[in-house]
C-alpha cells in the first residue's frame, strides 16, 4: 500500500513534506511545464528550483500513486499537505469566470430586492422565508420537501449525465477554495514550488511573516463571507448594526460568527480537499450516481499507453519510441491535482472533476506537438471505445422524476401567498341550539407574511339561505409580519335548518390579488329531531 513509510512508498513521505513529484515533472519535460513546472532537466540529487532558497533537494521517481489508498492520508493517520502547481488553459480560465460570476451572486443576493425583502432571506427570527419574490411563513414549510427532492432529484440527474461537474465548476467549497484562498495563497507565498520550499524552510523573519499575513488575510475573509452568510439571515442592515455594537449586545449572534470563522478558517487555511475527500456526502455517493456513460475526466489509456519518455533537449517523444503512447509520464497532471490523485490509473472517489489535470496535460501535449485531449471530459465507454448513451434508464428515470417533481413544485409554489390563513372550530360544544338558531362558532387565524400592515376582507359563501356569518362585516388589518385571530360565528336559523352542511370561508387582501379559501362543515343535530323537538 502506497504513502506508508518504509515500503515502495517513499512518495508518501516526499509528499508529507513537500514532496518530489513536481520536480519529477519538471525533469522529465523541462519546457513543457511553464511557470511552476519549468526547471532544468536536473538527475536525481541536483540542485532544485528549491535551491533558490538555498536549499538541496534530492529528485528521484517517487511510485505514482496508488487506486488503494488515499494520497493525503497516510497509514498512520497524519496527512500530507499537498501543494498543487497552478494551470493556465481554458478550463482554468472558463472556471475562474464561473467562479467569479458565482461569487457575485453570492455577494449580491441579500442586496437584490425583490418585493421588498432580499432576494434570500431566511428570516429565522420571524420564521419568514423570503426566496426570490416567494414569501412561506412557517406552516409553509412542507414545500421544503419539494425544493429538497427537486434539488435532490436535479443532482442525481446532472450526475448520471456529467459527473462531477457541480464539485469541480459550482460548489461553493471549490469556488472558494480555488478562486480566492489558494489565490490569497499564490499571490502571498509565490508559486507551488516556493510554497513548497517555503514550508520546509526554517522559521525566519520572511517565513514568519508571509505566515502572518497569510493566515491574517484567510481570517479577514472567513469573517466577510460569515457575515455576508449572516446576512442570509437576518438581513444587511441588521448585520450592521450588529457590527456597530459592541459583541455582548449580540453574544449568540457573537458567538456563532466566531465560531463559524474559525470552522471556515480551519478548513479554507489546512482541511481542503479532506472535506471532498472524507466528510462530503455527494463525494461519497458517487459511484451510485454514475455509470459508464456518465461525462467524467479521464485519461484516454488507448491513446496514452505505453508512456515514453520526452527528449530532454526538444521536448518530444524521445527517438526508439515510435509505438510509444502519447503520455511522456511527466507526472504534470499529478502535480497540479488538488486530491493528490494519478487520473491515469482511472475513475477515482478523490477526483473532484476540478479540469487541472486537462489544462495540465494539453499543456504538455501542445509544447510536444500532438493532439490535445490526451486527458479530457468523455465517457468512460468512449475511452474504451464505444459511444456515449446519454439516454439510459437512470437518466430517463431522474428526468422523469425531475419533471413530476418539478411540476407538483410548481403548482405548490403558486399556492404560496403573502397571506395564510385558517379556520377552527372553538372549543367545547361543536354547536349551539337555542330558541330561535344554531349556531357554530370558530376562529379565524390569519397571518400576514409582509413586513407592512395589511388589510384583509373575510367572507363566507355556500351557506344555505337563512344563514348569517357575524365577527367580520369590515376589513381587518393585520401588522407588519403579525397575524390576528378573531371569532368567526355562523348562525343558521331553526326554521332554514336542513341538517349539516359544509360552506367555504375567502379571506383576500384589499387589492383583491389573492382570494384565499377553506372548506369548513358546519355542525348541528339532525333536522327530524330538531323538528321535533320545536313542535
Ligand atoms: S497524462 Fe499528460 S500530463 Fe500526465 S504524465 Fe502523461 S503526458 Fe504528462
Ligand atoms: S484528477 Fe484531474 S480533475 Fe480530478 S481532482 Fe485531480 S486534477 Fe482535478
Not at 16 to 26: A, F, I, L, Q, Y
Not at 215 to 231: D, E, G, K, P
Amino acid at each position: 500500500m502506497k504513502n506508508q513509510p518504509g515500503n515502495s512508498s517513499d512518495v508518501s513521505s516526499e509528499v508529507s513534506h513537500g514532496g518530489t513529484k513536481e520536480e519529477v515533472g519538471r525533469v522529465a519535460v523541462p519546457s513543457v511545464a511553464s511557470g511552476e513546472g519549468a526547471a532544468p532537466n536536473a538527475p536525481s540529487g541536483s540542485q532544485s528550483p528549491l535551491g533558490a532558497l538555498g536549499t538541496t533537494r534530492p529528485t528521484h521517481k517517487p511510485p505514482a500513486p496508488t487506486r488503494n489508498s488515499v494520497t493525503t492520508i497516510l497509514s498512520d493517520g497524519s496527512r500530507p499537505f499537498l501543494f498543487p502547481a497552478d494551470t493556465r488553459g481554458r478550463f482554468t480560465i472558463a472556471r475562474r469566470i464561473v467562479a467569479l460570476l458565482l461569487i457575485a451572486f453570492y455577494l449580491a443576493l441579500p442586496w437584490i430586492k425583490i418585493n421588498g425583502y432580499p432576494a434570500v432571506f431566511l428570516d429565522v427570527a420571524e420564521r419568514r422565508f423570503h426566496l426570490f419574490g416567494i414569501t412561506a411563513a412557517a406552516q409553509d414549510l412542507w414545500l421544503l420537501f419539494f425544493v429538497i427532492t427537486g434539488l435532490g432529484f436535479s443532482l442525481f440527474l446532472v450526475t448520471a449525465l456529467l459527473g462531477r461537474i457541480w464539485c469541480g465548476w459550482a460548489c461553493p467549497h471549490t469556488v472558494f477554495l480555488d478562486h480566492v484562498y489558494r489565490r490569497i495563497e499564490r499571490w502571498i507565498e509565490g508559486d507551488a514550488v516556493k510554497r513548497r520550499a517555503l514550508d520546509a524552510a526554517p522559521f525566519t523573519p520572511l517565513k514568519i511573516t508571509k505566515r502572518i499575513v497569510k493566515h491574517a488575510a484567510y481570517i479577514v475573509v472567513s469573517a466577510a463571507i460569515m457575515h455576508l452568510f449572516l446576512a442570509y439571515f437576518v438581513s444587511l442592515p441588521e448585520v450592521w448594526s450588529m457590527m456597530s455594537h459592541a459583541p455582548f449586545a449580540h453574544w449568540s449572534a457573537f458567538a456563532f460568527m466566531a465560531i463559524s470563522t474559525a470552522i471556515l478558517y480551519f478548513n479554507f487555511a489546512w482541511f481542503r480537499e479532506q472535506l471532498c475527500i472524507v466528510i462530503c456526502p455527494y463525494g461519497r455517493i458517487q459511484s451510485a450516481l454514475i455509470d459508464d456513460h456518465s461525462l467524467v475526466i479521464g485519461y484516454d489509456v488507448a491513446r496514452g499507453e505505453p508512456r515514453g519518455k520526452a527528449h530532454a533537449s526538444a521536448g518530444l517523444p524521445a527517438v526508439g519510441l515510435a509505438k510509444a503512447g502519447h503520455c511522456i509520464d511527466c507526472f504534470r497532471c499529478v502535480h497540479v491535482c488538488p486530491t493528490g490523485i494519478d487520473i491515469r490509473q482511472g475513475l477515482q472517489m478523490e477526483c473532484v472533476g476540478c479540469t487541472a489535470c486537462i489544462d495540465a496535460c494539453n499543456e504538455v501535449m501542445t509544447r510536444i506537438k500532438r493532439p490535445r485531449g490526451l486527458i479530457r471530459y468523455d465517457s468512460q465507454a468512449a475511452f474504451s471505445g464505444s459511444r456515449t448513451r446519454w439516454l439510459r434508464p437512470r437518466t430517463i428515470l431522474y428526468s422523469v422524476l425531475l419533471l413530476i417533481g418539478a411540476s407538483v413544485a410548481t403548482w405548490a409554489l403558486s399556492t404560496v401567498h403573502s397571506a395564510s390563513f385558517g379556520v377552527t372550530r372553538m372549543t367545547g360544544a361543536p354547536y349551539i341550539v337555542d330558541a330561535t338558531s344554531v349556531r357554530n362558532q370558530f376562529l379565524v387565524r390569519i397571518v400576514n407574511k409582509r413586513n407592512e400592515p395589511a388589510r384583509f376582507t373575510v367572507r363566507v359563501s355556500g351557506t344555505p339561505q337563512g344563514a348569517n356569518s357575524i365577527g367580520f362585516d369590515n376589513a381587518v388589518e393585520v401588522g407588519a409580519l403579525g397575524e390576528l385571530v378573531q371569532p368567526l360565528i355562523i348562525q343558521q336559523s331553526r326554521d332554514g335548518y336542513a341538517g349539516p352542511f359544509r360552506f367555504e370561508v375567502h379571506v383576500a387582501d384589499e387589492a383583491q390579488s389573492f382570494d384565499l379559501k377553506r372548506a369548513v362543515d358546519f355542525l348541528g343535530p339532525e333536522a327530524r329531531l330538531l323538528k321535533e323537538e320545536s313542535q
